[in-house]
């Protein structure tokens, strides 16, 4: 499911599942709460980078998964979805991505949860929010306005459209563009020249930066965890489960 390697401090967090395009159930979103709670008590661990294996980042929430979820079964977690959007918005250490393929849902909107973003320049992101009938997630609603603009943010979170490396880099949403086969040596070697610097110093200046901001992330979650409370298992919600599943586009007509 995850892999955690670690190369003097810093400890890189692999996301494999890839042949489903490393999308997240159950059992991921707890192991990789897990692995970032161990990295965050972790003395030795200066900076943190994550990852996915394969072809693809982060295909974001098993739509299999979500469609038990929308049947009214939901799956017993130790953390689940929402305890992993608490551990990464108190994360206190810095966050670095290397995103070296596709990301949707959880694999785009945790860009806005980052401290630094390098992206391969055949990666591709979408948050498909409105295409499966629901609401973002992981305080994207406050961070990629913060981050990007109102007008862009509307734009990301509510066409469900396709992002290229290219428009990302532009908006903001990432700090280097790399060819895919240098995206992970160039972030390593940024990690490395954090990691270098005192842990206590790292951490302090993270929090000077985030910390103002956190109390709003949180109010964030929680108004997006409300609004898909009460999405999952809506009609428009159903239809897309059911389209995904069919292989065919949703259709939403007559579909409040």
Known sequence: MIEVTDEGRVRTITLVRPEAKNAMNTAMWDATANAFIAAADDPGVAVVVL????????????????????GGEVPRAEHGFAGLTRILIDFPKPLVLAV??????????????????????????????TSLGVAPELASSTTFPALIGRQNATWALMSSEWLSAEECKEMGLAYRLCQPDELMDVTLAHARILAAKPISSLMACKRTIVEPLRDTM???????????????????????????????????????
Do not use: W, Y
């Open 51 to 70: 990852t996915g294996t394969g072809d693809a980042f982060c295909a974001g929430q098993d739509v299999l998964e979500m469609a038990v979820i929308a």
């Open 100 to 129: 070296n393929g596709m990301g949707v849902g959880f694999g785009a909107t945790v860009l806005g949860l980052a401290d630094l973003v390098f992206m391969s320049t055949s990666a591709r992101l979408k948050c498909p929010f």
């Open 218 to 256: 949180r109010a964030a979650h929680h108004r997006e965890n409300e609004a898909f409370a009460v999405l999952i298992g809506s009609p428009a919600n159903i239809e897309a489960v059911t389209a995904f599943a069919e292989k065919r586009p949703p259709n939403f007509d007559g579909i409040d």
